[in-house]
């Protein structure tokens, strides 16, 4: 009983003084905030980022709160990251929500909760959002795997946002890359089976299109510029294989909850200092 006293005063105190710190050094951050501003407003954006927003359960698990927590704070900094991007005039926006792995292995409860936020996040942007960003939705993955009330969210959202063109919010659920080649190897070989295409015939050009993205291949924007994966994990697990081959790639080291406007900031700012190439 005194240990948990004690435990109970030390923690207090910290809290006490963490609170202290951050009052001090907001003036700080908000400085270097507008100075990492000024070196990246004027440089070329990005016109497509793609998000993998990595370490909500390992967030929840530091602090000993449970895994399904750590995604429900994830899923209030996304919608902060969505206006950040959309602020900085980002065209074409596409999030790792749930890969096809997570819905095949992950618990009954953590699915489902994604599934509850995922139906959350489509009312809310029902609400206005969709229309005041002027955004067109699309959902792409195994839809076999989600429940058929979020599907036809899903549907209903993407059929309302078709008429927008001027941004585009690409959300990959139960995805996988190496799924969505087999899907369009698929598809590709039922046109050359029905003698819509000639084997001979087929290259990138004519591939992409049976792709997930094919809705953004009028305007050249399928393939992402930048890639944003966060936890400080430096692989791609399956995100988006065959778009992302001249992609710059950033890592970040903090979880997605703690994930900042300055990170995002500096993400772009390492994306501006790179020369792309594109294999010349």
Not at 20 to 26: A, E, G, N, P, T
Not at 212 to 224: A, F, I
Request: charged share 30%; hydrophobic share 40%; proline share 3%.
């Amino acid at each position: 009983m005194k240990n948990s006293k004690r435990i109970s005063r030390v923690a207090g105190v910290l809290r006490k003084f963490g609170n202290v710190v951050s009052f001090i050094l907001k003036p700080v951050y908000k400085i270097y905030e507008a100075w990492l501003f000024s070196q990246i407003y004027l440089g070329p954006m990005p016109r497509h980022v793609a998000i993998i927003p990595d370490g909500n359960r390992r967030w929840a698990k530091n602090l000993g709160l449970r895994p399904v927590l750590g995604h429900n704070v994830g899923y209030k900094r996304l919608k902060e990251v969505l206006e950040w991007l959309w602020d900085l005039d980002i065209k074409v926006v596409t999030l790792y929500a749930m890969s096809y792995e997570n819905c095949v292995k992950r618990s009954r409860e953590e699915r489902e909760n994604i599934f509850k936020l995922i139906s959350s996040g489509i009312e809310e942007l029902l609400q206005g959002e969709i229309d005041r960003r002027r955004v067109r939705v699309k959902f792409f993955g195994r839809f076999e795997l989600l429940p058929d009330e979020l599907i036809a969210k899903i549907r209903k959202i993407e059929e309302y946002s078709s008429k927008y063109s001027d941004r585009y919010l690409n959300i990959a659920i139960c995805y996988g890359g190496r799924q969505e080649i087999i899907d369009a190897v698929r598809k590709l070989a039922a046109d050359v089976r029905r003698g819509l295409i000639k084997p001979e015939e087929i290259d990138d050009e004519i591939f992409k299109k049976y792709l997930y993205t094919s809705h953004l291949c009028d305007d050249g924007l399928e393939e992402p510029d930048l890639v944003i994966r966060t936890s400080g994990e430096l692989r791609i697990s399956n995100f988006l294989l065959w778009q992302i081959a001249y992609s710059e790639l950033y890592f970040c080291d903090v979880y997605w909850p703690e994930f900042r406007r300055i990170d995002l900031w500096r993400a772009i700012r390492s994306y501006q200092r790179r020369e792309r190439r594109f294999g010349k």
